[in-house]
């Protein structure tokens, strides 16, 4: 079986910072998106690729960038973290477009 | 606006009885629907997913039921057990027209309680 793996599992930064998390899977899967998750709001897009060095922007886009260099890998980038922010964001593939997902273990980022 | 809505943050059910939990949608090409489950600190897992061509899925204990007409869909879990308390995210999206991603309500929490 295939697995999605999210580094780092933890990330503390501060307010200015530039932090990447990464995510690789060996599944294959075309596509991949990067969502965040705060309490009590759900999952909320920030980007997602349909293939190797392509970006498609989700509704939370602004504040960060990605990067799909490789199929098996997708990156994001917090440009300018925010102080007191506090998050869990989600990597998951898929097979095809918009099919089931599989997510990743999540990287907790807070920003002090 | 939310295009997809879990109008109910939370459900408690008692052992062995059905747990129902509901799924609101907006967007008339969604045409795939899952139901994912989040225990605390993990990630959301597939439970079942089901295309628009079906009205109704089984597996297992869970089955889900769309309602296109009323653009609604709701997963059914028979003799729930303690271990199904969770919070469970619903998801949709427009596949057959080329959206490759997948909108998600805000999630229910589900307890239950023996």
């Known amino acids: 079986g295939g697995i999605i793996t999210q580094t780092p599992k933890f990330l503390i930064g501060q307010e200015g910072q530039k932090l990447t998390l990464k995510c690789q899977q060996n599944?294959?899967?075309?596509?991949m998106y990067w969502y965040r998750q705060d309490s009590g709001k759900g999952l909320r897009l920030i980007y997602y690729s349909i293939t190797e060095n392509d970006l498609q922007k989700g509704d939370l886009s602004e504040g960060y960038d990605a990067s799909r260099e490789k199929k098996s890998s997708f990156s994001l980038t917090v440009t300018s973290a925010q102080k007191n922010e506090m998050a869990v964001f989600l990597c998951a593939s898929s097979i095809r477009r918009g099919s089931d997902y599989t997510f990743g273990s999540g990287t907790r980022l807070l920003v002090i | 606006g939310q295009q997809v809505k879990q109008s109910s943050p939370s459900l408690t059910v008692q052992e062995g009885g059905i747990s129902i939990l509901n799924c609101d949608y907006e967007?008339?090409?969604?045409?795939?629907f899952a139901w994912y489950k989040k225990y605390p600190d993990n990630s959301p897992t597939l439970l079942i997913s089901?295309?628009?061509?079906?009205d109704k899925r089984e597996d297992g204990r869970l089955t889900v039921f769309l309602n296109k007409s009323g653009k609604h869909f709701s997963l059914h879990i028979t003799a729930s057990q303690p271990e199904d308390t969770a919070v469970y995210l619903c998801a949709a999206g427009a596949v057959q027209g080329g959206s490759a991603k997948l909108i998600f309500g805000e999630g229910t929490k589900l307890t239950v309680s023996s």
């Open positions: 967007n008339d090409m969604f045409d795939y």
């Open positions: 089901v295309r628009s061509n079906v």
């Open positions: 599944f294959n899967h075309d596509t």
